[in-house]
């Protein structure tokens, strides 16, 4: 019987070993594809859990920024920079308009300090004049030493420029500049800039001062809207609708 | 039909050409290709479409776009007087009129407007312009040559 059997058995063995390791491996092969979609799918799902994470602590830190009082401040996303033939000035075009209640002249910043201001409002995006236009014109004070002027944009990649600056006046290099509330449209206190280059000119009156904006407006991705509680007065410029 | 989605593709990429060449235009070669075919009433309505874009994304006060569409109209329906429309001398003459008349255009409008600009007469960016214009066009006029040659058109 052990001589019937034993090669049965042995054969039966060898038949479910080769079973096991041969044929059962189309399952196997049919498990790697779905391990391979699954990882793949993984792979997609940890690009996207990335992605937002990182915009998690840019957002965490459009949350950390405190509006002064009086002023509430609502976030958009950067859709496109000078879109369009027509973009003569220096303009990004956010996701929000009059729809949200965005309307003209209303600051633009982020926690880095102040991008610009509202400039043309549609239903559903605004165009943001950047504070590097040419037509830019924002009233600041130095923080420490207190001196005031107005900061105009040279062009985009150019250095801002500081007008209006005393020859006498203690400015140094390094100062931030501060928004000074005057013109009405921004809030006192927000950063626009920081001096960077001080010259004393022989036939002007005032000081040639440059400085160095403080966001990166090519990869700004989100924005914060502020609004005033209708304490202060804004006034459209002349060449606004 | 064939037109129309040909017309939606285009906007939908010259959106996105846009995106990535701020302050270029690329709409101005389909449209004058449109014109060269006869596609009157197609063009008039891509026209008024794509208008309304540039107005409504630009920084300026309504009606450039208008003058500037009307301006190249007139230099196209004039042109077409003494030389062949679809000739390619003419087209590029259209192209770099075109270029040139986008950037003057700006200027003065922006100058009644009381705005500065950064880029005035830029000749890079005329050139610029002009390339995209003519490359765009070349692109557009063998599509349209291949897939719309035999399409009823409305004539002049």
């Given at each position: 019987?052990?001589?019937?059997?034993?090669?049965?058995?042995?054969?039966?063995?060898?038949?479910?070993?080769?079973?096991?390791?041969?044929?059962?491996?189309?399952?196997?092969?049919?498990?790697?594809?779905?391990?391979?979609?699954?990882?793949?799918?993984?792979?997609?799902?940890?690009?996207?859990?990335?992605?937002?994470?990182?915009?998690?602590?840019?957002?965490?830190?459009?949350?950390?920024?405190?509006?002064?009082?009086g002023w509430?401040?609502?976030?958009?996303?950067?859709?496109?920079?000078?879109?369009?033939?027509?973009?003569?000035?220096?303009?990004?075009?956010?996701?929000?308009?009059?729809?949200?209640?965005?309307?003209a002249n209303m600051p633009?910043?982020?926690?880095?300090?102040?991008?610009?201001r509202?400039?043309?409002?549609?239903?559903?995006?605004?165009?943001?004049?950047?504070?590097?236009?040419?037509?830019?014109r924002i009233p600041?004070?130095?923080?420490?030493?207190?001196?005031?002027?107005?900061?105009?944009?040279?062009?985009?990649?150019?250095?801002?420029?500081?007008?209006?600056?005393?020859?006498?006046?203690?400015?140094?290099?390094?100062?931030?500049?501060?928004t000074s509330g005057l013109a009405g449209i921004y809030p006192k206190?927000?950063?626009?800039?920081?001096?960077?280059?001080?010259?004393?000119?022989?036939?002007?009156?005032?000081?040639?001062?440059?400085?160095?904006?403080?966001?990166?407006?090519?990869?700004?991705?989100?924005?914060?809207?502020m609004?005033n509680s209708g304490k202060i007065k804004t006034q459209k410029l002349?060449?606004?609708? | 039909?064939?037109?129309?989605?040909?017309?939606?593709?285009?906007?939908?990429?010259?959106?996105?050409?846009?995106?990535?060449?701020?302050?270029?235009?690329?709409?101005?070669?389909?449209?004058?290709?449109?014109?060269?075919?006869?596609?009157?009433?197609?063009?008039?309505?891509?026209?008024?479409?794509?208008?309304?874009?540039?107005?409504?994304?630009?920084?300026?006060?309504?009606?450039?776009?208008?003058?500037?569409?009307?301006?190249?109209?007139?230099?196209?329906?004039?042109?077409?007087?003494?030389?062949?429309?679809?000739?390619?001398?003419?087209?590029?003459?259209?192209?770099?009129?075109?270029?040139?008349?986008?950037?003057?255009?700006?200027?003065?409008?922006?100058?009644?407007?009381?705005?500065?600009?950064?880029?005035?007469?830029?000749?890079?960016?005329?050139?610029?312009?002009?390339?995209?214009?003519?490359?765009?066009?070349?692109?557009?006029?063998?599509?349209?040559?291949?897939?719309?040659?035999?399409?009823?058109?409305?004539?002049?």
């Amino acid at each position: 019987m052990g001589w019937v059997v034993k090669p049965g058995r042995l054969a039966h063995a060898r038949i479910a070993d080769f079973w096991d390791t041969y044929v059962r491996l189309v399952d196997v092969h049919k498990e790697n594809i779905a391990l391979s979609e699954e990882l793949d799918r993984l792979r997609l799902e940890l690009m996207e859990l990335s992605e937002k994470a990182a915009s998690v602590y840019r957002l965490e830190a459009l949350l950390d920024f405190s509006s002064p009082a009086g002023w509430s401040t609502s976030g958009a996303r950067v859709v496109a920079h000078n879109f369009g033939p027509l973009s003569a000035v220096n303009s990004l075009i956010i996701d929000k308009g009059k729809f949200q209640g965005v309307t003209a002249n209303m600051p633009v910043v982020c926690p880095d300090g102040v991008l610009g201001r509202t400039y043309k409002s549609g239903l559903n995006f605004t165009s943001v004049l950047l504070l590097t236009d040419l037509n830019s014109r924002i009233p600041v004070i130095s923080s420490r030493t207190r001196v005031s002027g107005i900061i105009s944009g040279q062009g985009y990649h150019k250095t801002l420029s500081m007008q209006y600056v005393h020859l006498n006046s203690e400015l140094e290099e390094g100062e931030m500049l501060l928004t000074s509330g005057l013109a009405g449209i921004y809030p006192k206190g927000l950063p626009v800039a920081r001096v960077s280059n001080i010259v004393r000119s022989e036939i002007s009156l005032f000081l040639v001062v440059e400085a160095e904006t403080l966001v990166d407006f090519k990869n700004r991705e989100e924005v914060l809207i502020m609004k005033n509680s209708g304490k202060i007065k804004t006034q459209k410029l002349d060449f606004e609708e | 039909m064939k037109l129309f989605f040909f017309c939606i593709l285009y906007t939908l990429l010259g959106i996105w050409a846009q995106y990535f060449l701020p302050s270029m235009d690329f709409f101005v070669p389909a449209l004058v290709v449109m014109l060269q075919f006869g596609f009157f009433q197609a063009a008039a309505w891509a026209g008024l479409f794509w208008m309304l874009i540039h107005e409504g994304t630009g920084g300026l006060a309504f009606g450039t776009i208008i003058l500037f569409y009307a301006g190249l109209l007139v230099f196209f329906f004039l042109g077409g007087v003494f030389l062949e429309i679809s000739n390619i001398l003419f087209t590029m003459f259209l192209m770099l009129f075109a270029a040139v008349y986008k950037d003057w255009i700006i200027s003065v409008m922006a100058t009644l407007q009381g705005l500065y600009l950064s880029c005035q007469f830029c000749m890079i960016n005329i050139l610029l312009q002009a390339g995209i214009y003519i490359a765009a066009w070349f692109i557009t006029f063998t599509l349209f040559k291949k897939h719309f040659l035999n399409e009823p058109v409305q004539r002049k």
